[in-house]
């Protein structure tokens, strides 16, 4: 029988402060420095943008677009993932997290959130130190431990002026390049911490990595997304449902290996076609369409060749993702589970592995071929064995940004 393993195995990781932080102010306590800042009893929250329009490097029009894309990835995101339900919980019997409709307005004495692009206060400063040390930070000044809500800002550094990042790496102007990407990935990690996720630490290409501002805004990766990549396979990459493993992943062939000459024969690639792309359908759980891959001669012309059709056995591991930290004040639960530890109250699961076993079905070869799927959140290489035969490839989507 004809085997065709592929292990796909997705990097995530962190560390280092001063490109992407968090931080908290006033009105916290040590356990609840990272608890989201609004949960579900809060149903609007109000935000503001004050910005250096002449040193941050775009408009306030094109800001504002990549701000309200990267809250919408964040609601999407929240709102396709695995909840944490407590039956004794009340009046709620779940933990939800960017529920909120969020609404623009002036900044003022109600403003939940203020945008602060490469414009700082002086009391601003001085709560996160050094601004030059920044592309973007997450700054909680208030929390209100018995409705828990808190108030806060994120700062973005500008492209240009006094408070530009003290960094060789940093490009001249990255949130006017390849549209927007930059900005919109950075916003989207300081939001992360508004929501309450930390950094995840070991890797690189994650959206809550803290390498990620300082890789996605460096000289090197926007000139190599420019030559090689395309905004929308950036996107892909990055801005999938947070919560899950998504297999959103590129192989580049090698017409004259005989791994090539197996996956070719058993999946029906044309000689021009000199990639291969396997793609997961988020919100399916399982069985046919879980998977599909697609061949084309290039990135922006690829051709759906085959599918997954037949699930026969799928495990994996999941574990806590975000959780808030309660103590007596609080007045939002009128009951707590018994299950409830250390005073956190777990919100949301996230996949830390899986493996699947099953088959995928050609549509150009009319053959059932056996696949096992391999995925975790601490590598980011894809193994394919055919007939013993192995290809393993570094998951690059055609640019060398990671």
């Known amino acids: 029988m004809k085997t065709f393993l592929i292990t796909c195995l997705i990097v995530i990781s962190a560390n280092a402060y001063g490109t992407g932080a968090t931080s908290s102010g006033g009105g916290n306590s040590y356990n609840n420095s990272v608890n989201p800042w609004f949960i579900q009893n809060k149903p609007t929250v ?14 306030m029009q094109e800001a504002h677009l990549q701000i309200k894309a990267s809250i919408e990835f964040w609601k999407h995101s929240f709102s396709s993932a695995e909840t944490i339900k407590y039956e004794d919980l009340e009046p709620f019997q779940a933990v939800k997290i960017a529920t909120q409709s969020f609404i623009f307005s002036q900044c003022g004495p109600e403003t939940d959130l203020k945008f602060l692009l490469g414009t700082l206060s002086e009391e601003d400063k001085a709560l996160i130190g050094n601004p030059n040390d920044y592309i973007g930070v997450a700054m909680r000044t208030s929390y209100d431990e018995v409705n828990l809500t808190g108030r806060g800002f994120i700062y973005i550094a ?56 300082a890789i996605i805004t460096s000289k090197r990766s926007i000139a190599e997304m420019e030559r090689e990549s395309t905004p929308e396979i950036i996107r892909r990459r990055l801005f999938h449902p947070y919560f899950q493993i998504e297999i959103n992943n590129f192989l580049r062939a090698e017409l004259d290996s005989e791994w090539d ?31 599909d891959f697609f061949a084309g001669a290039s990135l922006d012309n690829m051709t759906k060749i085959a599918s997954l059709c037949l699930t026969m056995e799928s495990t994996g591991t999941r574990s806590a993702a975000v959780g808030v930290y309660l103590t007596s004040k609080q007045r939002v639960f009128t009951r707590l589970p018994s299950q409830y530890f250390y005073g956190v109250l777990d919100a949301y699961l996230w996949e830390e592995d899986f493996e699947l076993s099953g088959s995928i079905c050609s549509t150009r070869t009319d053959v059932n071929i056996p696949i096992v799927l391999r995925g975790n959140r601490e590598n980011r290489f894809v193994d394919m064995l055919v007939d013993g035969l192995i290809k393993t490839e570094f998951i690059r989507n055609n640019f060398d940004l990671w």
């Open 261 to 291: 000459k197996k996956a070719r024969q058993l999946l029906g690639f044309k000689e021009s076609e000199k990639y291969l792309m396997i793609k997961s359908n988020i919100g399916k759980k399982s069985g046919k369409g879980l998977y």
């Open 46 to 59: 109000k935000y503001c943008i004050e910005m250096d329009e002449q040193n941050f490097g775009v408009s």
């Open 158 to 213: 500008p492209a240009y002026g006094e408070l530009r990042p003290d960094s060789n790496h940093f490009a001249e102007n990255p949130w006017n390049k390849f549209a927007g990407v930059s900005l919109q990935t950075v916003v989207t990690h300081e939001l992360g911490h508004v929501f309450g996720l930390d950094h995840k630490l070991n890797s690189g290409i994650d959206i809550m990595s803290a390498k990620i501002p």
